[in-house]
């Protein structure tokens, strides 16, 4: 199976944060940000595998600010590492005031997704190579998260 480079990979959605979308403070709701997150993991993955996915973990989601009524979030996502049919996807949302030319990091996220065929059963992936300093990071780091998603499962396993 052929190897494809983490930069390739890469998926970028804009949208308009609206009234609709927040809370009574004006900026937008966390559930909402989660749905786009998994959604562009899920383009992403599917882009990567050339198959459908299922979301298996979201392992981190850190919101690190806000977004206002106006802003425009730009969400960015890369496969970071595969296992046999199991994707690592990274997903960075950034806010942008378009009127003030103003941008910050507003959240970032880890997610699991797994390629599947018709019958919904596991399928192979292609593997995925680092290129810049940012993704070779990303990927030296990934079996670490890897690690701890197992530890997490098995505790909670035990807790029942």
């Keep these: 199976m052929e190897k494809t480079a983490i930069t390739d990979t890469k998926t970028v959605q804009t949208r308009l944060v609206l009234p609709p979308d927040t809370n ?3 900026t937008i709701f966390g559930g909402k940000v989660l749905a786009y997150i998994d959604e562009i993991a899920a383009l992403t993955a599917m882009k990567h595998a050339k198959s459908a996915v299922v979301t298996a973990s979201i392992d ?6 806000s977004a206002k009524v106006g802003d ?3 969400l960015e996502a890369y496969v970071t590492y595969t296992g ?3 994707m690592e996807v990274y997903v960075k949302v950034t806010a942008q005031d378009l009127i003030r030319h103003e941008e910050k990091l507003t959240t970032e996220s880890f997610l699991t997704m797994v390629a599947v065929d018709a019958a919904g059963k596991p399928i192979p992936v292609p593997k995925v190579f680092p290129v810049t300093e940012e993704e070779q990071q990303l ?3 990934a079996p670490i998260r890897k690690a701890n998603r197992i530890r997490r499962s098995k505790s909670t396993a035990v807790r029942g």
């Design 24 to 26: 009574h403070l004006d």
């Design 84 to 86: 046999t049919s199991s």
């Design 139 to 141: 990927y030296n780091s």
């Design 72 to 74: 425009a979030l730009t």
């Design 60 to 65: 981190s989601v850190d919101f690190l600010s």
